[in-house]
């Protein structure tokens, strides 16, 4: 297993379009979790799966954001209609129920223009 | 709502010299993290702290835990310039939906040769 993986690395896209993002996690792990983290700050958290099931959103979810994980393994987070503000480090990690540890994948970094 | 802060936020020090970094939370937890993270990456797990009183270490870094004083330090010790980078720490605390980690603003480190 080669731990968590984010994709893309690196999106630049114009304000107004629609961007999505995908996570595959560790195998094993049933929880699933994205975190955007602005330059200068710490990740904040934006929303949790355990399996399939979509089990917290924070506030800072807009109804711009969703967030999916149909099969209870990868994980897809769209943003609609994007705005500067938007611009950040998308990352996502896993864990597994029971245990204390978070993976976290490389991160994407969406830039708005 | 859980707060985390850290100080300093940033840190120049010389090679060879101590320092130490605080991270004080608000609420109870039930664990407490460090991570790392340079430029440009993603966060690297350091430490997990598990109980009061709770020491780990790792080469030059030493981590705490005092839940009665909802205080963790990361104590630095002889630095060197590749540990030169920014230094979270997060909490982590049940909630009857899962749990997550709300983090620090962080700690940017640099160390002069």
């Known amino acids: 297993d080669t731990g968590v993986s984010q994709d893309p690395r690196h999106k630049i896209t114009k304000r107004g379009q629609n961007v999505t993002f995908r996570c595959d996690p560790i195998s094993e792990h049933n929880r699933l979790y994205w975190y955007r983290q602005t330059l200068g700050q710490g990740p904040e958290f934006l929303t949790y799966?355990?399996?399939?099931?979509?089990?917290?959103k924070s506030r800072l979810l807009s109804d711009r954001f969703s967030a999916e994980r149909p099969k209870g393994s990868f994980s897809t987070l769209e943003i609609q209609r994007t705005e500067q503000g938007d611009s950040a480090m998308y990352l996502c990690a896993s864990s597994l129920e029971g245990d204390y540890g978070y993976t976290f994948g490389s991160g994407t970094r969406l830039t708005v223009v | 709502e859980l707060k985390v802060e850290q100080n300093p936020l940033f840190l120049s020090m010389q090679e060879g010299k101590n320092y130490t970094i605080y991270c004080n939370y608000s609420t109870t937890s039930d664990r407490l993290y460090w991570y790392r993270q340079d430029p440009g990456k993603s966060l690297e797990s350091l430490f997990v702290?598990?109980?009061?009183?709770a020491v780990k270490q790792e080469g030059r870094l030493m981590a705490s835990l005092d839940t009665k004083a909802r205080l963790s330090t990361l104590h630095i010790t002889a630095a060197v310039h590749d540990l030169s980078a920014t230094y979270f720490c997060a909490v982590d605390r049940l909630e009857t939906s899962g749990s997550r980690l709300t983090f620090g603003e962080g700690t940017q480190l640099t160390v002069n040769p």
């Open positions: 799966f355990q399996n399939e099931a979509q089990l917290e």
């Open positions: 702290l598990l109980s009061n009183g």
